[in-house]
């Protein structure tokens, strides 16, 4: 069974900063099948990102996905007000722990 | 455009059997893709339950899998949970998703979600 850790647990950071998110797997995962989702309070999850670097549909592209084997990154160029959330890395079906992003 | 919508019981009791069912609009689930449940307890992260895919093949977390049946009524244009024997642990939100499985993997269309409490 794939273990996915993500850190860090929580970021702090301001609007306009650069947010970096880090995957890691227990064993190599393939770049199709990992995944980035976004929360928000009270909100379903939201698919970002799939085949490690493919934008959903209408996602803007300040998101970007990069990595492989057993390290995955998301990042956020320049964090927007609607960008403090908390995000999911997956290899589907298991999903990480998740990485809050706050405002500072 | 897709859209998943979960609907069932918000409260059941201890031991009893929790049943959710997913409307899904927009797509016939007998086109293909697969068809899942994910839940999140309060203040904790997503645990995928199980899945169906079009034909009927189901596949279902061993954490659950001695409790979870998922199915799917084709001319409804719906698929079910059911999770017997419940207790607290399995109070949460849960979510009915499109679980895409071809040449990339990812959960792409999600219901709202509702939330269940197991409570007596």
């Known amino acids: 069974e794939i273990v996915l850790t993500q850190s860090p647990s929580t970021l702090s950071l301001s609007p306009g900063e650069r947010a970096t998110l880090s995957c890691r797997a227990s064993q190599s995962v393939s770049s199709y099948y990992l995944a980035w989702y976004q929360q928000k309070p009270g909100q379903a999850p939201r698919l970002l990102i799939y085949?490690?670097?493919i934008r959903a549909t209408g996602i803007a592209d300040r998101f970007s996905g990069s990595g492989s084997g057993t390290d995955f990154t998301l990042t956020i160029s320049r964090l927007e007000p609607e960008d403090f959330a908390v995000y999911y890395c997956a290899r589907s079906p298991t999903f990480g722990p998740g990485t809050k992003v706050d405002i500072k | 455009q897709v859209q998943l919508q979960e609907s069932g019981p918000g409260l059941v009791k201890p031991s009893e059997t929790l049943s959710l069912t997913c409307s899904v609009s927009?797509?016939?689930?007998?086109?293909?893709?697969?068809w899942g449940w994910i839940r999140q307890p309060p203040g904790k992260g997503l645990e995928w339950i199980g899945n169906i895919f079009h034909g009927g093949k189901t596949t279902y977390n061993p954490s659950l899998t001695s409790r979870v049946t998922i199915s799917a009524d084709s001319s409804k244009n719906q698929f079910s949970l059911r999770l017997n024997s419940v207790t607290a642990a399995d109070t949460a939100v849960y979510y009915c998703?499109?679980?895409?499985?071809?040449?990339?993997?990812?959960?792409?269309?999600w219901g709202k979600g509702t939330t269940v409490t197991v409570s007596s």
């Open positions: 998703v499109r679980d895409v499985r071809s040449y990339y993997y990812y959960m792409d269309v």
């Open positions: 085949g490690a670097s």
């Open positions: 927009g797509y016939s689930i007998s086109s293909g893709n697969y």
